[in-house]
Each structure stands twice: as structure tokens, then as C-alpha cells.
């Protein structure tokens, strides 16, 4: 957990070999990444890892203990390769059972002569867990302690993670403002180390890209004062123009 | 490392607040992934961390201990919040200095004139380290021990990774293919079950996904010998045939 409590911590743990394969791009990080900086919660790091049950169950519990806030995707099908369910209730030494609000939720849904015993087993979910209504395909997720299961299917994920934000507790949101010059970063490296100086309570990125044959930077400004980050915007344009660098602003402080 | 040399792993280290914040969709994994899998290594996690040193250093020393080759992507250029470099030389307890040979590929690139304090910085690489080719923008990445340090650019890194690729030794490629169908992965789950307990030796996943509002599944069938992967897939179709269940092959095993 952070010790200072105006900032709020997540770690979000991807089960899946199909990411690790290469078969599969992950874009929940990001949609989940966005999310949560809405939320006023910051997302300290990301694990992607196998469908193996110790290396789900270690790290589970050190997440847990490390941030504010867990979420895991995928894994939560009825196949037998799913095995986040139970090895989460391994990771809280609970019992992984059938949940009875879950099963009703799954009759309602395939009815009771398609509600066969592989569709049964996604309503066996750790004791004590809460569920997450999945708004497709009616298997729910789960939260047990500060770890919010979802599925790895970018609609359910989506879903799912809809019904959880507004119930986060978060800080202020992190603001930013990005400007974009068609020029290498090495070329204004030193201006914006020095601008780091002079506004040590705003985040100073430098993203580099490579567009058209051409190296290109994004300068990201990031901090949850306004006041203060509409201030080093306009420090920075100052110098750009001082310098005599063309730019163009992505993304005005709000 | 893995006992079993048969089997070359690999981890990934993502460096980059850009990606923790959304912003960034990280489209690295999925190359490296592939890339590293035709070697025949697998790559067995991934972290996406910020840019922070003490996190780099305890990742590094991990990852390094842990598995076969590391590979780490972003923060080597040339401002301020680029402190991969150095942060890797503390890791290994080494130096961080000005490296001749880096500095002679700056200068052929940029010229005495253009080449500032701020680019010269991308000549500072850990003592020991060799340096890894940049083939879009000279700056190079550089390898030390069991970990291979990237640009996060894609076509820089991607650039780097096609120079590394040929000297990693690695196992037999996994080979896979890929089947699928336009029906909920819970009807086929339990066949999926049994077809695993047939074929112990193939990694047989089931991913379902979201498409015009159908829920359907691909099944990837995953495995070193080519045989017993002809094999398994074999038994699938027929039992998809038995099940008068529609598919498609994707990726015919080769």
C-alpha cells in the first residue's frame, strides 16, 4: 500500500501464454492504464505471466501486499487450461467452491440443459470473493481482498472493469499536456533537463518516434496540480520558441 | 536458467512511464515475443516497470538470475528521464562511463559540431558491456552479462533485436497451430480437457474472443515435435467433426 495516501497504487498481473506466445497483442494494459489514471490511481507495474499456478499464487500475493489495488485478466474460462480461479484461492488459502449466486447467474444465462459441467465450473469462485458482473457472457469475475479478477477478452475485461471503477478510491487524477516537435529529443535533451529542474513536482517525459524516416519527440507533462503544470507548458513553449523549434500541442492542460 | 537446456528462457523488462499511463500502446512484447519463440526461446515474463532506479536495479539482478537471456526496452536516449543505462551499471556494479567505441559512432553520426553533452550521454554504457548496433539513429543499445539493453522505439529496437536474434542460442522452435470455430469455448471445453490429458506433450490453449457480437474461440495447439503436434491436431478436428462443430484452420501445423 502507499504510505502517503493521496496517491493510490495498482498492479495489474496479465495471465496468459497466448501474450508470452506472441499470438496474442495485449491492449487491456493500456485501456486498464487510462482507467484507472482517471480514477486517481496511479499503475506502478505490470506482470505478464504463464497460465502456471505458483507463479500466479507468488505473485498474487506480493501484488496484494505491494498496492492498493490488484486486477488480474484472463484465465477465468471454462477450459482446462483456466486456472486463475482456483490458484487465487490458494493465494488467500480459501476454498474454491461453487458460488451459488454465480451458478444462478450462469442458469439464468444458458438455461438449465445448456448449462453443462465445463460452463459449471466458472461458477466455482474463491470463498468469500464478491462477484464482478461480466455484462456479455455472464460469467462473472471476482474481487477477494484488494484483487479484482477479470477475463483476458477485451469486451468482458471492458465490462467488467465499468461496474469496478466508480467503486476505486482514488486521488486526484494525474493531468497532462503533451507537445510534439519534429526534431531528435537530443536536440532539446538539455532544455528539458533543465525544466526538470525548475519544476520538480511535474513529470518531464521524453518520448521519442520514428515517423516517415524521421526521429520525432512527444514531451508528456504530468503532474495533479493544474496551476502547476500550466506552468511548465508555458515554460516549455517559451523555450521552444526561444530556440526557434516548431511544435504542436497534442494535448492543452486542461 | 532453466536446468533443463533443452529449453532457453527469456525475460522481458518494459521501462517506460509511458506505457504505466496509458499512453503508450506497448507493441514491443509482441515482436520480441515472436522474434525470441523462431529462436527457440521462450519467453517466460514480462514486467512493465516505470522508471525508477531502485526498480530497475532489483528487476535486472532478478531477471538476470532467473532466466537464460533478459532483454529490456526504453530509457537510453538522451534527457534526463533516461537513466536505464546507468541504473544497469549499478545493478551489475560496474561503471558507467564514456565508451570509445560509442562515442567514434556518435561522432561519424552527428558530426564534432551537433554532437552536444546531451548526446554524448549515449556514449555512457556500463564497463564491460558490448555495444548492440542501432541501425535507424546510430545511438546504441548494448549488452552486459545475460541482458540485452534496447532502445523502446520500435523500429530502433526492432532494428537491434534482428542484429541479436541470429547469435542467441536457443532450443527447437515451439511450432503451433492454430483452429478456429464460431461457438463458445464452453462447448467444446470438455472435449479440449480430454484432448490435453491425450496429448500430455502439447500446450493445447483455448482463447475465446469477441467478434460481431458472437462469442468464439481459437484453439492453439503448441509444441516442439512436429509429429505429436500432426497428431493432436488431428484428434481435434475429428472430434469438432463428431460435434458437427464448423472450424477453420488458421495456422495449419507445418
Chains 1, 2 share one sequence.
Request: hydrophobic letters at 45%; one cysteine or more; proline letters at 6%.
Amino acid at each position: 500500500m502507499s504510505k502517503n495516501q493521496d496517491i493510490y497504487t495498482a498492479g495489474l498481473i496479465i495471465i496468459g501464454n497466448e501474450i508470452l506466445s506472441g499470438r496474442t497483442l495485449d491492449a487491456n494494459t493500456q485501456h486498464i492504464a487510462v482507467t484507472l489514471n482517471e480514477a486517481g490511481v496511479t499503475l506502478a507495474e505490470v506482470r505478464i505471466i504463464p497460465d502456471t499456478e505458483g507463479t500466479i499464487i507468488e505473485t498474487v500475493r506480493h501484488f496484494s501486499a505491494s498496492f492498493d489495488y490488484v486486477f488480474t485478466t484472463g484465465g477465468i474460462g471454462p477450459t482446462h487450461d483456466d486456472i486463475t480461479a482456483p490458484s487465487i484461492a490458494k493465494a488467500f488459502g480459501v476454498d474454491w467452491n461453487e458460488n451459488e449466486q454465480a451458478k444462478a447467474i450462469l442458469l439464468a444465462h444458458y438455461g438449465p440443459e445448456e448449462l453443462t459441467s465445463a460452463r459449471l465450473r466458472m461458477a466455482k469462485i474463491p470463498a468469500g470473493a464478491s462477484l464482478i458482473p461480466n455484462p456479455v457472457s455472464a460469467a462473472p469475475g471476482f474481487q477477494i481482498e484488494n484483487v479484482y479478477v477479470m477475463a483476458g477478452v477485451p469486451k468482458i475485461m471492458q465490462g467488467m472493469l465499468d461496474h469496478i471503477a466508480p467503486t476505486l478510491k482514488g486521488g486526484a487524477p494525474m493531468l497532462c499536456g503533451t507537445v510534439t516537435l519534429d526534431v531528435p529529443e537530443s536536440q532539446i535533451a538539455e532544455d528539458l533537463g533543465r525544466l526538470q529542474d525548475d519544476f520538480p513536482a511535474v513529470d518531464i517525459g521524453s518520448y521519442p518516434h520514428f515517423k516517415n524516416g524521421e526521429l520525432g519527440v512527444s514531451v508528456v507533462l504530468r503532474a495533479r496540480d493544474e496551476e502547476n503544470l500550466a506552468a511548465a507548458q508555458k515554460a516549455l513553449l517559451a523555450v521552444l520558441d526561444a530556440r526557434d523549434v516548431a511544435y504542436n500541442i497534442d494535448k492543452p492542460v486542461k
